[in-house]
């Protein structure tokens, strides 16, 4: 799969079943839309987080174990792959960011480190590129459930260049019953749905233009 750049990426918190969560229960639970909010997605936007960096993908596949017979090897054994991906985001709103970490709120601005990752708090995604030479031509990679984290944060003194950060969320990945991590889509791809994808990959939710942000 050939891709040209990224456009752009929705979130979503889900349970444990893969259904979206929305209201207090989702992404915007620490913000003022909590009340009115019906999607649960979070769409990383230019306006609000100054767009997505990049999607890394790896462990999308495990290790081989040689199966020897008569001398030869006769077939592979094959592991499932530890599925991660690498999420980087030019600045997301805090309140979006600690949600999805799972980090508690004191109702007064602010939000603990427990030294543990949350598993019990699950974010969805999907994400938007092209083909790679035609960017009218969308791909989608969708990832049904992982667990976030930031291990690490560093802040380095402005000198005669601004020294700014990019917010990295490390998700492991879940799959969600037997449906697996995730999928590709192409619009490309015969009978392509849009609004099923939405569906697929935020589950039991009928959104198709994500969040007010």
């Known amino acids: 799969m050939a891709t ?4 752009g990426a929705k979130l979503a918190l889900v349970d444990k079943n893969g259904v979206t969560l929305t209201g207090t229960q989702g992404i915007y639970k620490y ?6 909010d019906t999607s649960g997605i979070y769409d990383v936007t230019i306006d609000d987080s ?3 960096a990049s999607l890394a993908l790896s462990n999308l596949v495990g290790s081989t174990t040689d199966i020897p ?3 030869k090897i006769v077939y592979k054994s094959a592991g499932k792959g530890s599925v991660q991906s690498v999420l980087t985001v030019n600045a997301l709103p805090n309140e979006i960011k600690m949600a999805i970490l799972g980090m508690p709120s004191d109702g007064k601005g602010g939000f ?3 030294g543990k990752q949350e598993s019990n708090v699950r974010l969805a995604l999907l994400a938007e590129s092209a083909e ?3 960017e009218a031509k969308p791909v989608y990679i969708g990832m049904y459930m992982g667990n976030a984290s930031e291990a690490s944060a560093t802040l380095t003194s402005n000198s005669s260049t601004e020294s700014r950060t990019q917010d990295v969320l490390t998700i492991a990945q879940l799959e969600r019953g037997d449906d697996g991590f995730g999928k590709y889509y192409f619009s490309t791809a015969s009978k392509f749905d849009q609004a099923a994808m939405m569906n697929d990959v935020f589950k039991n939710n009928s959104s198709t233009t994500g969040g007010t942000n």
């Open 4 to 7: 040209l750049g990224i456009a």
């Open 31 to 36: 913000t003022d839309q909590a009340a009115t």
């Open 50 to 52: 100054f767009g997505v």
């Open 69 to 71: 017979g008569n001398n």
């Open 112 to 114: 603990t480190f427990t």
């Open 132 to 134: 790679a030479f035609d």
